[in-house]
């Protein structure tokens, strides 16, 4: 639970502009591993509620927190920012506050995206599509329109 609310600090740090390299130094010798275990099996629970769509962008965090090349920085972002979304508390209650107790969520699984984007690759997208299609099906593809053949003119 430490390490959750640390990463969760990290997070509102971050997007404050505060400092927090004391909030990562507690982070040395995380198992990561078996956080981000953890940290998947939560993101399972909060897809039955929340949908497909809702869920992919948490499907592709996690995948960045599992690869070798992911800083600590980032592992605590994305800890923090999808354990915030998928836990029960908020700094803006929804109950309280409707629209402004779901912009917290996606601020903060936004935010986190656009700082690990460029570790988002195609295959993490597939594998958050095979995730995403075992927990709720596979997908329709959208049909695609084709051109209408003409007939050539006659000669």
Known sequence: MII????????AYAIAGKD????????????????????????????????????????QLYYVLTMGETT??????????ILYTVMPFSLIPFKAHRI???LDEGLAVLYVVKKVQN???????AKVDET????????????TAEPEQTAEPAE
């Open 100 to 102: 402004l107790g779901l």
């Open 20 to 59: 927090i390299n004391k909030q990562l130094e507690k982070l040395k010798g995380v198992d990561w591993k078996a956080k981000s275990s953890d940290v998947f099996g939560k993101i399972g629970v909060y897809a039955k509620k929340a949908g497909r769509v809702a869920t992919k962008p948490l499907l």
């Open 72 to 81: 600590t920085l980032e592992k605590a972002l994305i800890v923090g920012a």
């Open 4 to 11: 959750t609310i640390i990463c969760i600090t990290i997070l």
């Open 132 to 143: 995403l299609n075992a927990w709720f099906g596979v997908e329709e593809a959208a049909p």
């Open 119 to 125: 570790k988002i690759t195609p295959e993490i997208n």
